[in-house]
Protein backbone atom coordinates (compact mmCIF):
# COMPACT_ATOMS: atom_id res chain seq x y z
CA UNK A 1 0.00 0.00 0.00
CA UNK A 2 3.07 2.09 1.16
CA UNK A 3 4.05 1.94 -2.61
CA UNK A 4 1.28 2.69 -4.10
CA UNK A 5 0.84 5.73 -2.52
CA UNK A 6 4.48 6.63 -3.45
CA UNK A 7 3.99 5.31 -6.75
CA UNK A 8 1.04 8.13 -7.08
CA UNK A 9 2.97 10.70 -5.13
CA UNK A 10 6.00 10.68 -7.52
CA UNK A 11 3.45 10.62 -10.80
CA UNK A 12 1.68 13.73 -9.24
CA UNK A 13 4.84 15.37 -8.60
CA UNK A 14 6.16 14.58 -12.29
CA UNK A 15 2.30 16.37 -14.16
CA UNK A 16 2.96 19.07 -11.48
CA UNK A 17 6.84 19.70 -12.71
CA UNK A 18 5.61 19.61 -16.54
CA UNK A 19 2.61 22.16 -15.84
CA UNK A 20 5.26 24.15 -14.51
CA UNK A 21 7.72 24.27 -17.40
CA UNK A 22 5.22 24.70 -19.85
CA UNK A 23 3.68 27.81 -18.01
CA UNK A 24 7.16 28.99 -18.11
CA UNK A 25 7.57 28.50 -21.77
CA UNK A 26 4.20 30.47 -22.33
CA UNK A 27 4.96 33.27 -20.00
CA UNK A 28 8.87 33.87 -21.84
CA UNK A 29 8.84 36.43 -24.33
CA UNK A 30 9.74 34.65 -27.71
CA UNK A 31 9.28 34.45 -31.76
CA UNK A 32 8.11 31.84 -33.93
CA UNK A 33 9.59 31.27 -37.31
CA UNK A 34 9.26 28.88 -39.99
CA UNK A 35 11.69 27.92 -42.61
CA UNK A 36 12.15 25.90 -45.59
CA UNK A 37 14.92 25.20 -47.72
CA UNK A 38 15.54 22.43 -51.20
CA UNK A 39 17.86 21.70 -53.74
CA UNK A 40 17.91 19.41 -56.70
CA UNK A 41 19.87 15.75 -57.05
CA UNK A 42 20.97 13.58 -59.97
CA UNK A 43 19.66 10.25 -58.83
CA UNK A 44 23.05 8.14 -59.22
CA UNK A 45 21.66 4.98 -58.11
CA UNK A 46 19.26 3.67 -60.82
CA UNK A 47 17.82 -0.05 -60.89
CA UNK A 48 16.85 -1.80 -63.84
CA UNK A 49 14.72 -4.73 -64.47
CA UNK A 50 16.24 -6.97 -67.03
CA UNK A 51 13.48 -9.79 -68.22
CA UNK A 52 15.23 -12.92 -70.23
CA UNK A 53 12.54 -14.16 -71.95
CA UNK A 54 13.31 -17.55 -73.96
CA UNK A 55 10.37 -15.92 -76.32
CA UNK A 56 11.97 -13.33 -77.44
CA UNK A 57 14.16 -15.48 -79.80
CA UNK A 58 11.63 -17.94 -80.42
CA UNK A 59 12.66 -20.78 -78.73
CA UNK A 60 16.67 -20.52 -80.33
CA UNK A 61 18.55 -19.55 -77.03
CA UNK A 62 17.90 -21.51 -73.52
CA UNK A 63 17.33 -18.81 -70.48
CA UNK A 64 20.61 -19.99 -69.63
CA UNK A 65 22.67 -19.23 -72.62
CA UNK A 66 20.78 -15.63 -72.83
CA UNK A 67 21.69 -15.34 -69.16
CA UNK A 68 25.42 -15.64 -69.90
CA UNK A 69 25.46 -13.39 -72.63
CA UNK A 70 24.04 -10.80 -70.23
CA UNK A 71 26.54 -11.54 -67.77
CA UNK A 72 29.61 -11.29 -70.56
CA UNK A 73 28.33 -7.97 -72.26
CA UNK A 74 27.59 -6.57 -68.79
CA UNK A 75 30.66 -7.25 -67.79
CA UNK A 76 32.25 -6.10 -70.96
CA UNK A 77 30.49 -2.69 -69.89
CA UNK A 78 32.74 -2.36 -66.72
CA UNK A 79 29.99 -3.21 -64.52
CA UNK A 80 30.43 -5.56 -61.55
CA UNK A 81 27.95 -8.15 -61.99
CA UNK A 82 28.59 -9.81 -58.63
CA UNK A 83 27.65 -6.79 -56.85
CA UNK A 84 25.17 -4.91 -59.03
CA UNK A 85 23.50 -7.96 -60.64
CA UNK A 86 21.29 -9.98 -58.75
CA UNK A 87 18.20 -12.12 -59.49
CA UNK A 88 14.81 -10.68 -59.00
CA UNK A 89 11.98 -13.35 -59.47
CA UNK A 90 10.45 -13.83 -56.29
CA UNK A 91 13.04 -16.59 -54.49
CA UNK A 92 12.18 -19.08 -57.69
CA UNK A 93 15.21 -20.04 -59.64
CA UNK A 94 13.42 -19.36 -63.06
CA UNK A 95 9.27 -18.89 -64.02
CA UNK A 96 7.83 -21.58 -66.74
CA UNK A 97 5.21 -19.96 -68.64
CA UNK A 98 2.85 -22.48 -71.17
CA UNK A 99 2.04 -21.73 -74.54
CA UNK A 100 -0.56 -23.39 -77.00
CA UNK A 101 -0.62 -25.83 -74.15
CA UNK A 102 2.66 -27.26 -74.91
CA UNK A 103 5.34 -25.57 -75.21
CA UNK A 104 7.07 -24.42 -71.70
CA UNK A 105 9.28 -21.62 -72.37
CA UNK A 106 11.44 -20.44 -69.44
CA UNK A 107 12.06 -16.99 -68.24
CA UNK A 108 14.22 -14.98 -65.26
CA UNK A 109 14.14 -11.33 -64.00
CA UNK A 110 17.12 -10.13 -63.13
CA UNK A 111 17.55 -6.32 -60.60
CA UNK A 112 20.37 -4.18 -62.59
CA UNK A 113 22.24 -1.11 -60.44
CA UNK A 114 23.76 1.33 -62.68
CA UNK A 115 25.06 4.90 -61.62
CA UNK A 116 24.21 6.67 -64.14
CA UNK A 117 21.93 7.58 -67.23
CA UNK A 118 24.39 6.94 -69.64
CA UNK A 119 25.48 4.04 -68.34
CA UNK A 120 22.02 2.89 -68.26
CA UNK A 121 21.85 3.87 -71.90
CA UNK A 122 24.22 1.70 -72.72
CA UNK A 123 23.44 -1.63 -71.62
CA UNK A 124 19.88 -1.43 -73.51
CA UNK A 125 22.09 -0.77 -76.48
CA UNK A 126 24.28 -3.85 -75.93
CA UNK A 127 21.10 -6.49 -74.12
CA UNK A 128 19.49 -5.24 -77.30
CA UNK A 129 22.17 -6.74 -79.72
CA UNK A 130 22.07 -10.08 -77.66
CA UNK A 131 18.50 -10.46 -77.76
CA UNK A 132 17.92 -9.46 -74.83
CA UNK A 133 15.51 -6.44 -74.48
CA UNK A 134 12.89 -6.54 -72.21
CA UNK A 135 14.26 -3.51 -69.73
CA UNK A 136 12.18 -1.58 -67.41
CA UNK A 137 13.02 1.11 -64.96
CA UNK A 138 12.45 -0.40 -61.14
CA UNK A 139 13.24 2.90 -59.38
CA UNK A 140 15.77 5.44 -58.48
CA UNK A 141 17.49 6.83 -55.75
CA UNK A 142 20.42 9.44 -54.61
CA UNK A 143 23.00 7.39 -52.10
CA UNK A 144 23.74 10.40 -50.45
CA UNK A 145 20.25 11.41 -48.90
CA UNK A 146 20.85 11.03 -45.46
CA UNK A 147 23.61 13.66 -45.15
CA UNK A 148 21.83 15.88 -47.72
CA UNK A 149 19.12 15.81 -45.14
CA UNK A 150 21.60 16.76 -42.26
CA UNK A 151 22.42 19.66 -44.33
CA UNK A 152 19.52 21.02 -45.24
CA UNK A 153 18.25 20.67 -41.76
CA UNK A 154 21.11 23.02 -40.47
CA UNK A 155 20.43 25.55 -43.65
CA UNK A 156 17.00 25.50 -42.57
CA UNK A 157 17.13 26.57 -39.11
CA UNK A 158 19.78 29.06 -39.41
CA UNK A 159 17.35 30.73 -42.05
CA UNK A 160 14.88 30.67 -39.49
CA UNK A 161 17.29 32.52 -36.82
CA UNK A 162 18.03 35.14 -39.39
CA UNK A 163 14.14 35.96 -40.29
CA UNK A 164 13.49 36.01 -36.73
CA UNK A 165 16.33 38.64 -36.48
CA UNK A 166 14.87 40.65 -38.90
CA UNK A 167 11.26 40.73 -37.34
CA UNK A 168 12.44 41.98 -34.19
CA UNK A 169 15.00 44.51 -35.55
CA UNK A 170 13.19 47.44 -35.63
CA UNK A 171 11.52 46.50 -31.90
CA UNK A 172 15.33 47.02 -30.46
CA UNK A 173 15.31 43.70 -29.48
CA UNK A 174 17.65 40.38 -29.59
CA UNK A 175 17.19 36.86 -30.71
CA UNK A 176 18.02 34.39 -27.70
CA UNK A 177 18.66 30.90 -27.80
CA UNK A 178 16.08 28.69 -29.24
CA UNK A 179 13.51 27.21 -26.91
CA UNK A 180 11.70 24.90 -29.22
CA UNK A 181 12.44 23.03 -32.67
CA UNK A 182 10.07 21.05 -34.40
CA UNK A 183 11.26 19.22 -37.49
CA UNK A 184 8.94 19.44 -39.83
CA UNK A 185 10.30 17.72 -42.59
CA UNK A 186 8.68 14.38 -44.81
CA UNK A 187 9.85 11.40 -42.94
CA UNK A 188 9.09 9.43 -46.30
CA UNK A 189 12.05 10.43 -48.80
CA UNK A 190 11.20 7.32 -50.99
CA UNK A 191 8.59 9.23 -52.97
CA UNK A 192 10.84 12.31 -53.32
CA UNK A 193 13.56 10.39 -54.77
CA UNK A 194 11.56 8.09 -57.40
CA UNK A 195 13.03 10.51 -60.60
CA UNK A 196 10.97 10.63 -63.66
CA UNK A 197 12.32 9.26 -67.27
CA UNK A 198 11.86 8.93 -70.84
CA UNK A 199 12.92 6.18 -72.54
CA UNK A 200 13.89 4.14 -70.44
CA UNK A 201 11.15 1.31 -71.66
CA UNK A 202 12.07 -1.01 -74.20
CA UNK A 203 10.68 -4.15 -75.60
CA UNK A 204 11.53 -6.45 -78.28
CA UNK A 205 12.82 -8.68 -80.01
CA UNK A 206 16.13 -7.07 -80.42
CA UNK A 207 16.65 -4.83 -83.18
CA UNK A 208 16.52 -5.26 -86.79
CA UNK A 209 18.04 -2.59 -88.15
CA UNK A 210 20.57 -2.70 -90.84
CA UNK A 211 22.36 0.13 -89.60
CA UNK A 212 24.14 0.48 -86.51
CA UNK A 213 21.84 1.78 -83.27
CA UNK A 214 22.42 4.08 -80.99
CA UNK A 215 22.28 4.56 -77.29
CA UNK A 216 19.10 5.14 -76.02
CA UNK A 217 18.65 8.85 -75.22
CA UNK A 218 18.05 8.67 -71.31
CA UNK A 219 17.28 11.84 -69.63
CA UNK A 220 16.41 12.13 -65.97
CA UNK A 221 14.76 15.02 -64.04
CA UNK A 222 16.77 16.05 -61.56
CA UNK A 223 14.35 15.59 -57.73
CA UNK A 224 13.35 18.64 -55.13
CA UNK A 225 14.54 17.41 -51.95
CA UNK A 226 13.40 19.98 -49.27
CA UNK A 227 13.54 20.61 -45.36
CA UNK A 228 11.57 22.84 -42.99
CA UNK A 229 11.60 23.68 -39.37
CA UNK A 230 9.76 25.19 -37.02
CA UNK A 231 11.43 27.07 -34.27
CA UNK A 232 10.82 29.05 -31.15
CA UNK A 233 13.67 31.77 -29.92
CA UNK A 234 13.73 33.25 -26.66
CA UNK A 235 13.63 37.23 -26.84
CA UNK A 236 15.69 39.41 -25.06
CA UNK A 237 15.86 42.91 -24.56
Known sequence: MKKLILVIICALLQSLAGFGQAKNFVDQPFIETSASVDTLVTPDEIYLNV?????????????????SRMVKTLQELGINTEKNLALNDLGSNFKKY??????????????????????????????????????????TEFSGIDQ?????K?????????Q???????????VGTAIFISDQSSPDF???LQGRVAGIVVTGYGTSSKSEPKPADIQFEKIKVESSVNVKFKLEQ
Open 98 to 139: FLKGQDVLKTKVYSLKVDNAQTAGMVILELEKIDVSNIHLDR
Open 51 to 67: LINEKDTKGKSSVEELE
Open 148 to 152: LRLTL
Open 190 to 192: SNQ
Open 164 to 174: AEYLVSPLNQK
Open 154 to 162: SKAIAKAKK
